[in-house]
Each structure stands twice: as structure tokens, then as C-alpha cells.
């Protein structure tokens, strides 16, 4: 099974405590593969506090229970996995790097392999960096050449990290000053000036 990234992990966290508030019945090892070694240890550890609550003290109804704190093992589940799940979104921007890194790894693979095999097979550097820069486009992945791809050629997994990533640095812009937001705009004025000129030389 392909191990889980940072943003399975949200998914699934969110889609478990959904099932799990309707009333859906949930294999305990599908809740404990989402959890990391320190949780799964709290997990186990709130559910044995409630099994020894129940046999220290006893309760006749459902208003004696709430009120010596007592817990079913959906409800335990529930709070370990929505924890969980704060834990997750509190990393996210941290895991979006690492992925970004990887991507970027990838991404530069692809290209020099593209566009060595194309300089080999007698293409001028001109076209073979264009079929490097579409390889990458076909691949997901932002281009060497900073054109914008929109959402051509991202798969539904990509396009929903592309969704979160644009979401975390909408609010990241939300939050700069004056200042910043002008560096910001300075800085895109420059990149697209580059872009342009690269345009006019065909590359």
C-alpha cells in the first residue's frame, strides 16, 4: 500500500470523523492507519481510562453517565481523530514544502531527461526545451519556463493540492502590509517582464 502524504491524510481524517458522526461502522485498522505512533498510543490509552471508569463507577442512566464523563468507543474515536486532524492542517504548509521539493525533483528530471534525449535526436535547443517544458506540463508539474499551466494536465489529486495550495497563499497575501503587497506586485511585474522577453527570443 503507497504510503500516505500529509494531504491524504487530511482527506481521510475528515472523511473518517464524517462516517463516524453518522453512525458508520469503521475497521479499527483503517482508523489506526491514520494515526501516527503517539496517537495511536492516546487512543489506546483513552479507551482503556473509559474501561476502567466504567468499572469504578457505575451508572443507570445516560444523564449518570455524561456526568461521570463516561465515553463510547465512537465518541473516544472521534476526539483522537479530530486531534488529529488539527494536527494535520497545523503541518500542512510544512508537508506542502516537502512535497513541493519532491516535485520539483522530479520535475527536473524530467526535463533534462526530455531535453537531453531530444538534443540527441538532433532537435535545436530551442525545440527541445519546449518539448522538455511540455513533458512537464503532461507530468503536472510548473514548467521550467514559469508559463502557466492552469489545471491542463493535473489529475482530480493534483488539481485538489494546486486548490489548497493557491488557498494557503490567498491568505498568506491576505495578511501582508502595504509594503509587502507592493514587493509582491514589484516581484510579478519582474516575472512577467522576464517571461515576455523570453517569448520574444523563442525560448
Known amino acids: 500500500m503507497p504510503k500516505l502524504d500529509g494531504t491524504h491524510i487530511l482527506e481521510r481524517l475528515t472523511k473518517r470523523i464524517e462516517q463516524l458522526e453518522a453512525g458508520d461502522e469503521i475497521a479499527d485498522k483503517e482508523i489506526r492507519s491514520l494515526l501516527n505512533d503517539a496517537q495511536r498510543a492516546e487512543l489506546d490509552?483513552?479507551?482503556?481510562?473509559?474501561?476502567?471508569?466504567?468499572?469504578?463507577?457505575?451508572?443507570?442512566?445516560?444523564?449518570?453517565?455524561?456526568?461521570?464523563?463516561?465515553k463510547s468507543k465512537r465518541q473516544v474515536r472521534i476526539e483522537v481523530l479530530k486531534a488529529a486532524l488539527k494536527t494535520a492542517w497545523d503541518g500542512i504548509e510544512a508537508e506542502f514544502d516537502r512535497?513541493?521539493?519532491?516535485?520539483?525533483?522530479?520535475?527536473?528530471?524530467?526535463?533534462?531527461?526530455?531535453?537531453?534525449q531530444a538534443l540527441k535526436d538532433g532537435k535545436d535547443?530551442?525545440?527541445?526545451?519546449?518539448?522538455?517544458?511540455n513533458a512537464m506540463t503532461r507530468a503536472g508539474l510548473r514548467r521550467m519556463d514559469k508559463q502557466p499551466i492552469g489545471?491542463?494536465?493535473?489529475?482530480?489529486?493534483?488539481?485538489?493540492i494546486r486548490a489548497m495550495e493557491d488557498a494557503i497563499q490567498q491568505k498568506a497575501e491576505s495578511e501582508m502590509d502595504d509594503y509587502e503587497r507592493e514587493q509582491l506586485e514589484l516581484l510579478r511585474e519582474h516575472e512577467r517582464a522576464v517571461l515576455a522577453n523570453r517569448k520574444k527570443q523563442g525560448r
Open 45 to 70: 490509552s483513552a479507551w482503556e481510562q473509559q474501561q476502567q471508569l466504567r468499572k469504578n463507577k457505575r451508572a443507570r442512566t445516560e444523564q449518570e453517565q455524561q456526568a461521570l464523563g463516561w
Open 99 to 116: 512535497l513541493k521539493d519532491q516535485a520539483e525533483i522530479r520535475g527536473a528530471k524530467i526535463y533534462f531527461d526530455t531535453l537531453n
Open 125 to 133: 535547443k530551442s525545440v527541445a526545451t519546449n518539448l522538455a517544458n
Open 151 to 160: 489545471l491542463q494536465g493535473l489529475n482530480k489529486r493534483d488539481r485538489e
